[in-house]
């Protein structure tokens, strides 16, 4: 990690900021959406692409909480071009619901940022009747993905640029080193709520490869990245208690040179999806705006082209 300011080939590090990373980069004329975008890394995502003049989709859970979000970037960005859009990645009908809305509405689609997540829940079943780590982190952005991605090419065809999707995972991976637990993703029994999130997250990274394989193989210009935002104390915590008050107490004071603001950790998704560096980069993982390597599982071919078939099987409808 590339942390206490020491900068990465990229020349950022883990104390860049989201504004940093993208400096002098125009977005005018770009559509993005991020999930998640009510709060902690999402709102500055939104903030930083709308700063860019790109014209962002905020997706949110929260419709209060998206728009009030909204008022604040606009009131000190009025040229913010922002749109606040209902999903609820726990619900496939709700997935689907937004992403017929956003076709609808003749948008096109250059960035797609799979930030929204939630992290160390208590053994809980979603609308689909699937753990909600693994239906919210994964499958609702897997489905979100593949229902978007006509959209996507059609967009990168007429425009003559390159789209690009970024989906947020996180060092946790390496909490799974079992890989994805197939026939026990609602097993209750033997349900450890952080191994699940593990789960949940290098469930992220093989979808990305595999994302990144496919679009490779068509030949459209459509690049598929994963990402580690960094320990940021922001409401994706909210179900950790212990873990989310010791952060929230001794951040400012013992381990302040470990945890991150919301600008830095918004900082790595926003230079994948913007930074003319990565043009062409695809099927990578990247920490603190660098190029990292996960663990061996993430990068096991046969494991994500299994959870590809696998995320299909439970988004076909019924």
Known sequence: MWIFGVKGPSGFSARSTAEEVTRGIDGTGL??????????????????????????TMAVRNMAAGKSVKEEIINK???AKIDVQELD?????????????????????????????????????????????????HLGHFLLTNLLLETMKKTSKESNKEGRIVIVSSEAHRLSSKGIRFDKINDKKKYKNFSAYGQSKLANILHANELARNL???????TANSVHPGAVATNILRNSGLVFDTIRVLGKYVIQHMIKTPQQGAATQCYVALHPQLKGVTGEYFLDSNK??????AKNKDLAKKLWDFGLSLTQPK
Do not use: C, W
């Open 77 to 79: 960005n009025p040229a």
């Open 31 to 56: 559509t993005a959406i991020v999930t998640g975008a009510s709060s902690g890394i999402g709102a500055e995502t939104t903030r930083v692409l709308a700063l860019r003049g790109v014209h962002v």
């Open 89 to 137: 990645l726990s619900s496939m009908a709700s997935v689907r619901k937004f992403a017929s809305d956003y076709r609808s509405s003749g948008l096109s689609l250059n960035l797609l940022i799979n930030n929204a997540g939630v992290m160390g829940t208590p053994f809980t079943l979603s609308q689909d009747k699937i753990e909600l780590q693994f239906a919210t982190n």
């Open 292 to 297: 990292a390597k996960p663990s061996s599982m």
């Open 216 to 222: 490779k193989a068509e030949g459209v210009s459509i």
